[in-house]
């Protein structure tokens, strides 16, 4: 059998849970900084605004359609190529005084009477409340999440673990949108589907983790508890990495195949699925133990489980 | 330990055939197809259908197959090419009672469809189209149910001969106010006994020496009037999509004042925008014949008691009275045609209340002037200390003056109009109603048809191509078991589909975007069963022991990893709207489905390559 990942010994993660968990604090502070200093670079879902997708039969000329459309009374138009040089991308501010309808109509017949053979291929118009009102409920779903997940948690293992598989995942989620933040990609409501998804997949890693531990804690009597956890982490080192190598498999192929309308869908997962393997070894782990978990926290007084063995494990 | 009991094979080949039978659907191409609906009640008769088919073969078009189910006929063509100039050869010729519409039509068999087994609707991103978001104005439902109590009051008051001063809307209250303290009195109970069950609170004050009775609407008629706007609106939308011509439109409300359309297929955006977000009503007044100046009333701004100051359409101003003989509500039918000096003109037709609400108007005022005033509601967005906000604009035009020659009833025609597609349009939204509340669109995404097909190519090619790769990796990886996870995982992404045909769930681009994450993600619950079988066998377990322990083991973390993922799907359906929401149902679905393929599916499968043996020494792992 091929096995990538086979440790004779464990590896003694725990001992540099100091050092990793200051470079996660530092990436954190990191993010957290672009996020605040640069801001994310909200798409029309959220900021309002009309978005229109057009394209040309030949390369289309991006500083014509700038300057024309400019003329014609669009002073802050933003055109850029969209996936090939036919495609152009227009974003427009909410105009004062004009719905979406008639800017878009306008735009297209600007365009139309410089090139005839120019076609629409998308309009996205949103009114500036929707925008609000997308953004505000992004951000409830976020903690709704974290809020479900930490009971689920809590009523299945331990606060502890909980808490520290929230904040892990809470750190993916604040380096996804730092690193957003950091390339000014674009953030609409396809990515933000793609980071709240990373929440509840990025968990998982720390699940699988846990459940180890408990496992380990109820079986290895003498060990430990940060051997314990690095024996969980080595043991299941394997099928983190082959897991996650396979949704990255689906989300590469999003990224090459979906073209430009999954494209920072794809970028948003990637970054989640790294940093989700990261922050579920080197950052929920070392906080669990940060915490203070003891035995008793998971074996409960006398043999409470039911159906355990006389050793305690569960078969 | 490795046996399944029959029955539990057969179920899970139950459960896989009716998965393929219900996802098979989706992997017919739909075909390019024209349908004409009626408007009326009857069925479409078969000598209707031949006068279609005869016009499609008068311009030499070939459908190659048509139907007629009563209400609805379809023709099939090769390609769209036909398609269009067959939908234009049908317009030409079909008349008033139908409505011509392109179409996607489905070529799933019969054998299928009489399964109830059809594919899923195409979303807007996948087969273009239009999607409006639209708000319903509510301020406005609410000042016209203000203006209605008012001109109720006044009527119910001069039945009753009561004397008042003046009726007016002071913020959100009705001001009665009367001379004495009697006269208060005793238009209390006259106009209490016509609103019973609490619509109106009542309020009785004395102000700057006159009497006054107050109305205000009661919390639950403010309810049942935002309900009935979003109702009526609606409705109406229905009619006026009906009237485009869109095959297959959803209009639904979403949240408490908004209302969702989508209509697929629609290119020309302008002509819908147009027709669906204005509001055109009709009123009838009678012109001033009291001799008021109405360019002196202009140029101080103010019209005198009990007229109204109008334009028409080359600026003149006139005055009107304020009182209304007809509003476009009692209009049952209008159409569009010319008078006899060939003008444009619109022939509208009343219903019963609505006739003899005019026939006596008219019939008090014969030899006087009458105005049409036409109204057309549309919303502008202005800045108020900083904040941009919508303001309805209402445009009022009186489009014609016409002196009455005798007593009009159910059927009269309007002139005075520009064009004859003003008169179309114009008759288009007399006929499908007047909108109870002004709507404006706070969102709109138009996607062209040729970007529709890219879409469901790169959807379909990300989901293959990742697929591909994933199999490739997992047979390498763990051979035998690989191959046994990745045909449960092609298993899961039939059921998925199945399930969501089944529902007849809309696929957007974000939905096979998570039909792709969720089959990536549910090789985990396999990586899982398969990695903790390796570690059995590791720790020296016999190859049919460790098969059992890796699955029984496995269980557990699969169960909760694949529930936080679960919460956070249904959060996301929660808070999520739109293409958001699409995506959640899938990902919820597929956690679903992964959890009994990745655990029952594989188990039978490696059931039936290992578990009848002998002797088992060894296993391809």
């Given at each position: 059998?091929?096995?990538?990942?086979?440790?004779?010994?464990d590896?003694?993660?725990?001992?540099?849970?100091?050092?990793?968990?200051?470079?996660?604090?530092?990436?954190?502070?990191?993010?957290?900084?672009?996020?605040?200093?640069?801001?994310?670079?909200?798409?029309?879902?959220?900021?309002?605004?009309?978005?229109?997708?057009?394209?040309?039969?030949?390369?289309?000329?991006?500083?014509?359609?700038?300057?024309t459309?400019?003329?014609?009374?669009?002073?802050?138009?933003?055109?850029?190529?969209?996936?090939?040089?036919?495609?152009?991308?227009?974003?427009?501010?909410?105009?004062?005084?004009?719905?979406?309808?008639?800017?878009?109509?306008?735009?297209m017949?600007?365009?139309?009477?410089?090139?005839?053979d120019?076609?629409?291929?998308?309009?996205?118009?949103v009114?500036p409340?929707?925008?609000?009102?997308?953004?505000?409920?992004?951000?409830?779903?976020?903690?709704?999440?974290?809020?479900?997940?930490?009971?689920?948690?809590?009523?299945?293992?331990?606060?502890?673990?909980?808490?520290?598989?929230t904040?892990?995942?809470?750190?993916?989620?604040?380096?996804?949108?730092?690193?957003?933040?950091?390339?000014?990609?674009?953030?609409?409501?396809t990515?933000?589907?793609?980071?709240?998804?990373?929440?509840?997949?990025?968990?998982?890693?720390?699940?699988?983790?846990?459940?180890?531990?408990?496992?380990?804690?109820?079986?290895?009597?003498?060990?430990?508890?940060?051997?314990?956890?690095?024996?969980?982490?080595?043991?299941?080192?394997?099928?983190?990495?082959?897991?996650?190598?396979?949704?990255?498999?689906m989300?590469?192929?999003?990224?090459?195949?979906?073209?430009e309308?999954?494209?920072?869908?794809?970028?948003?997962?990637?970054?989640?699925?790294?940093?989700?393997?990261?922050?579920?070894?080197?950052?929920?782990?070392?906080?669990?133990?940060?915490?203070?978990?003891?035995?008793?926290?998971?074996?409960?007084?006398?043999?409470g489980?039911?159906?355990a063995?006389?050793?305690g494990?569960?078969? | 330990?490795?046996?399944?009991?029959?029955?539990?094979?057969?179920?899970?080949?139950?459960i896989?055939?009716?998965?393929?039978?219900?996802?098979?659907?989706?992997?017919?191409?739909?075909?390019?197809?024209?349908?004409?609906?009626?408007?009326?009640?009857?069925?479409?008769?078969?000598?209707?259908?031949?006068?279609?088919?005869?016009?499609?073969?008068?311009?030499?078009?070939?459908?190659?197959?048509?139907?007629?189910?009563?209400?609805?006929?379809?023709?099939?063509?090769?390609?769209?090419?036909?398609?269009?100039?067959?939908?234009?050869?049908?317009?030409?010729?079909?008349?008033?009672k139908?409505?011509?519409?392109?179409?996607?039509?489905?070529?799933?068999?019969?054998?299928?469809?009489?399964?109830?087994?059809?594919p899923?609707?195409?979303?807007?991103?996948?087969?273009?189209?239009?999607?409006?978001?639209m708000?319903?104005?509510m301020?406005?439902?609410?000042?016209?149910?203000?203006?209605?109590?008012?001109?109720?009051?006044?009527d119910?008051?001069?039945?009753?001969?009561?004397?008042?001063?003046?009726?007016?809307?002071?913020?959100?209250?009705?001001?009665?106010?009367?001379?004495?303290?009697?006269?208060?009195?005793?238009?209390?109970?006259?106009?209490?006994?016509?609103?019973?069950?609490?619509?109106?609170?009542?309020?009785?004050?004395?102000?700057?020496?006159?009497?006054?009775?107050?109305?205000?609407?009661?919390p639950?008629?403010?309810?049942?009037?935002?309900?009935f706007?979003?109702?009526?609106?609606i409705?109406?939308?229905?009619?006026?999509?009906?009237?485009?011509?869109?095959?297959?439109?959803?209009?639904?409300?979403?949240?408490?004042?908004?209302?969702?359309?989508?209509?697929?297929g629609?290119q020309?955006?302008?002509?819908?925008?147009?027709?669906?977000?204005?509001?055109?009503?009709?009123e009838?007044?009678?012109?001033?014949?009291?001799?008021?100046?109405?360019?002196?009333?202009q140029?101080?701004?103010?019209?005198?008691?009990?007229?109204?100051l109008?334009?028409?359409?080359?600026?003149?101003?006139?005055?009107?009275?304020?009182?209304?003989?007809?509003?476009g509500?009692?209009?049952t039918?209008?159409?569009?045609?010319?008078?006899?000096?060939?003008?444009?003109?619109?022939?509208?037709t009343?219903d019963?209340?609505?006739?003899?609400?005019f026939?006596?108007?008219?019939?008090?005022?014969?030899?006087?002037?009458?105005?049409?005033?036409?109204?057309?509601?549309?919303?502008q967005?202005?800045?108020?200390?900083?904040?941009?906000?919508?303001?309805?604009?209402k445009?009022?035009?009186?489009?014609?003056?016409?002196?009455?020659q005798?007593?009009l009833?159910?059927?009269?025609?309007?002139?005075?109009?520009?064009?004859t597609?003003?008169?179309?349009?114009l008759?288009l939204?007399?006929?499908?109603?007047?909108?109870?509340?002004?709507?404006?669109i706070v969102?709109?995404?138009?996607?062209?048809?040729?970007?529709?097909?890219?879409?469901?190519?790169?959807?379909?090619?990300?989901?293959?191509?990742?697929?591909v790769?994933?199999?490739?990796?997992?047979?390498?990886?763990?051979?035998?078991f690989?191959?046994?996870s990745?045909?449960?995982?092609?298993?899961?992404?039939?059921?998925?589909?199945?399930?969501?045909?089944?529902?007849?769930?809309?696929?957007?681009?974000?939905?096979?975007?998570?039909?792709a994450?969720?089959?990536g993600?549910?090789?985990?619950?396999?990586?899982?069963?398969?990695?903790?079988?390796?570690?059995?066998?590791?720790?020296?377990?016999?190859?049919?022991?460790?098969?059992n322990?890796?699955?029984?083991?496995?269980?557990?973390?699969?169960?909760?990893?694949?529930?936080t993922?679960?919460?956070?799907?249904?959060?996301?359906?929660?808070?999520?709207?739109?293409?958001?929401?699409?995506?959640?149902?899938?990902?919820?679905?597929?956690?679903?489905?992964?959890?009994?393929?990745?655990?029952?599916?594989?188990?039978?499968?490696?059931?039936?390559?290992?578990?009848?043996?002998?002797?088992l020494?060894?296993?391809?792992?």
């Amino acid at each position: 059998m091929i096995e990538l990942f086979h440790f004779k010994k464990d590896i003694p993660f725990m001992k540099y849970g100091k050092v990793t968990t200051l470079i996660s604090l530092g990436t954190f502070v990191f993010a957290v900084f672009f996020l605040l200093y640069r801001g994310l670079n909200l798409g029309v879902d959220f900021t309002g605004g009309t978005m229109i997708e057009v394209r040309y039969a030949q390369a289309a000329p991006i500083e014509h359609i700038r300057e024309t459309l400019k003329g014609q009374g669009f002073p802050e138009v933003f055109v850029q190529n969209y996936g090939s040089t036919q495609d152009v991308l227009i974003r427009l501010p909410v105009e004062q005084g004009k719905s979406g309808a008639q800017v878009s109509e306008q735009v297209m017949k600007t365009l139309k009477a410089e090139s005839p053979d120019v076609q629409l291929s998308r309009v996205e118009f949103v009114g500036p409340q929707v925008g609000q009102e997308l953004y505000e409920n992004g951000g409830l779903a976020l903690l709704l999440v974290a809020a479900g997940i930490i009971i689920y948690l809590s009523f299945r293992f331990e606060w502890r673990f909980a808490v520290a598989a929230t904040i892990a995942n809470m750190h993916d989620v604040v380096i996804i949108l730092g690193m957003f933040a950091f390339f000014q990609w674009q953030f609409d409501l396809t990515v933000l589907a793609g980071v709240l998804a990373i929440l509840g997949y990025s968990v998982n890693e720390s699940v699988v983790v846990f459940d180890r531990v408990r496992e380990n804690i109820r079986k290895m009597r003498d060990t430990s508890i940060p051997d314990i956890i690095d024996n969980a982490i080595t043991v299941t080192m394997s099928r983190t990495i082959i897991t996650h190598t396979s949704t990255q498999i689906m989300v590469l192929a999003m990224f090459f195949f979906g073209g430009e309308a999954l494209h920072n869908f794809a970028l948003a997962l990637t970054i989640g699925i790294m940093f989700g393997i990261y922050s579920s070894v080197l950052v929920a782990s070392p906080l669990v133990l940060l915490f203070g978990l003891k035995r008793e926290h998971l074996i409960p007084k006398e043999n409470g489980i039911e159906g355990a063995n006389p050793d305690g494990s569960v078969v | 330990m490795n046996r399944y009991p029959v029955w539990k094979y057969v179920m899970i080949a139950i459960i896989l055939l009716i998965g393929i039978i219900y996802s098979i659907p989706n992997f017919f191409p739909s075909e390019p197809a024209v349908q004409i609906s009626t408007k009326t009640e009857q069925p479409i008769e078969p000598a209707e259908m031949q006068r279609f088919e005869q016009a499609l073969k008068d311009k030499s078009l070939s459908f190659h197959a048509s139907e007629n189910n009563g209400s609805q006929v379809l023709f099939r063509f090769a390609d769209t090419d036909v398609q269009l100039k067959a939908s234009e050869a049908l317009k030409a010729v079909v008349g008033d009672k139908y409505v011509v519409a392109l179409n996607l039509a489905q070529s799933t068999p019969q054998f299928l469809r009489a399964l109830h087994a059809n594919p899923m609707y195409l979303g807007l991103d996948l087969r273009g189209g239009v999607h409006f978001l639209m708000e319903v104005d509510m301020n406005a439902a609410k000042d016209k149910a203000y203006e209605r109590y008012e001109d109720e009051f006044r009527d119910t008051l001069r039945e009753a001969k009561v004397a008042y001063l003046g009726i007016a809307r002071e913020g959100d209250q009705l001001v009665a106010k009367f001379k004495t303290e009697q006269e208060r009195d005793a238009a209390a109970p006259v106009l209490g006994k016509v609103y019973v069950n609490n619509e109106l609170i009542w309020d009785r004050k004395e102000q700057d020496g006159s009497y006054i009775l107050a109305a205000a609407m009661s919390p639950q008629n403010l309810l049942n009037i935002e309900k009935f706007a979003i109702q009526q609106n609606i409705t109406t939308l229905r009619k006026r999509v009906n009237e485009l011509g869109v095959a297959e439109p959803v209009i639904q409300q979403q949240g408490k004042g908004r209302i969702v359309v989508q209509l697929p297929g629609v290119q020309d955006t302008v002509r819908a925008k147009e027709i669906l977000g204005a509001t055109a009503t009709l009123e009838f007044r009678l012109v001033d014949d009291s001799g008021n100046d109405a360019q002196q009333a202009q140029s101080s701004g103010r019209a005198p008691i009990g007229l109204q100051l109008y334009k028409e359409r080359d600026g003149t101003p006139i005055l009107l009275k304020r009182k209304v003989m007809l509003t476009g509500e009692y209009i049952t039918d209008a159409s569009s045609g010319f008078d006899q000096n060939n003008q444009p003109s619109v022939n509208i037709t009343l219903d019963g209340n609505g006739a003899s609400r005019f026939s006596k108007a008219t019939g008090e005022n014969v030899q006087k002037l009458m105005a049409v005033v036409y109204i057309e509601t549309k919303f502008q967005e202005v800045e108020v200390d900083g904040q941009k906000v919508r303001k309805p604009v209402k445009t009022e035009e009186v489009i014609n003056v016409a002196r009455i020659q005798e007593q009009l009833s159910k059927r009269f025609q309007i002139t005075g109009l520009d064009s004859t597609k003003e008169a179309r349009d114009l008759a288009l939204l007399l006929r499908a109603g007047a909108l109870a509340a002004p709507l404006y669109i706070v969102e709109e995404r138009t996607i062209g048809p040729s970007m529709g097909k890219e879409n469901i190519e790169k959807g379909f090619n990300s989901n293959i191509w990742g697929f591909v790769a994933v199999v490739i990796f997992m047979v390498v990886y763990y051979r035998v078991f690989g191959l046994i996870s990745s045909i449960s995982l092609g298993v899961n992404g039939f059921l998925l589909f199945a399930i969501l045909s089944m529902i007849q769930a809309t696929l957007t681009l974000p939905g096979m975007a998570a039909i792709a994450l969720t089959l990536g993600m549910a090789i985990d619950a396999n990586v899982l069963i398969n990695e903790r079988i390796r570690e059995e066998l590791r720790n020296g377990a016999v190859p049919q022991v460790a098969i059992n322990a890796g699955y029984e083991r496995a269980w557990g973390t699969i169960l909760d990893s694949n529930l936080t993922n679960l919460i956070a799907g249904i959060a996301l359906f929660m808070l999520g709207s739109g293409p958001v929401r699409g995506f959640a149902v899938v990902l919820c679905l597929g956690i679903l489905t992964s959890m009994f393929s990745a655990v029952t599916v594989s188990r039978a499968l490696t059931n039936l390559v290992y578990g009848y043996r002998k002797r088992l020494t060894d296993i391809s792992i």
